[in-house]
């Protein structure tokens, strides 16, 4: 149980293009997901706290506008990267949440040329 | 100072070693403590999850919580080559959803 897939697990873009990437949650209904950021050999950086039915929470430094995220049902929230630039090259990865816990997606690897 | 302190290693030990992993932390609000295993361009992995103080087992790893010292720990038993990976402790307090980190140990085991 508690499985969370991540769609694509592979983007490379132009610069400019915005890319969408969703997150769901397999087994169970997630009424709260998140969105990390994570660059080689570092840790998990928190983005944004995603609500079902609501508007997300961003981390400080977290800019809103280039960064869109949706959780429009308990199994589904997407992160849209807007106008990408090679800066916003990165691995990010969602998680979701099953009672106290958090389940992370496999990740899914972008890259803007 | 950070919330939260890991070593970053990397440690290297043989196959069938036992391994030793550990997280300081400032927080005295933590109460959820979790350690997560990331295959490298793979999502993490929950492996251990355990509340408050404590000791917790499951087949060859071991997570100890000492709250009073602010210290968590994860023991691998008959450590395995597939076992190479990075170690990510986490933790969150009882009222918020978010978890804080560790920077993660790479730990890799050799045959």
């Known amino acids: 149980g508690a499985v969370v897939s991540q769609h694509p697990s592979r983007v490379i873009c132009k610069s400019g293009t915005s890319v969408k990437i969703e997150c769901r949650s397999l087994d169970f209904q997630a009424t709260t997901m998140f969105w990390y950021r994570q660059f080689p050999k570092k840790s998990l950086m928190l983005m944004a706290t995603?609500?079902?039915?609501?508007?997300?929470?961003?981390e400080q430094g977290v800019e809103k506008d280039k960064f869109l995220i949706n959780h429009a049902s308990l199994t589904l929230s997407t992160l849209t990267v807007t106008s990408a630039h090679p800066e916003d090259s990165s691995f990010y990865i969602c998680s979701a949440r099953d009672r106290n816990l958090q389940f992370f997606g496999p990740g899914t690897r972008l890259t803007v040329l | 100072q950070k919330e939260v302190e890991q070593d970053p290693g990397p440690l290297s030990v043989p196959e069938g070693a036992i391994v030793s992993l550990n997280c300081t932390y400032s927080n005295s609000a933590f109460q959820y403590f979790m350690w997560y295993r990331q295959y490298s361009r793979k999502g993490p992995e929950l492996l251990m999850y355990t509340y408050s103080s404590g000791n917790k087992e499951d087949g060859r790893f071991t997570a100890q919580v000492d709250k009073s010292s602010k210290y968590i720990s994860l023991f691998i038993r008959d450590s395995q080559p597939s076992d190479s990976a990075t170690y990510l402790c986490a933790m969150c307090s009882y009222n918020t959803d978010k978890l804080i980190f560790g920077t993660g140990t790479r730990l890799q085991v050799f045959p």
């Open positions: 995603s609500n079902e039915g609501s508007k997300a929470t961003y």
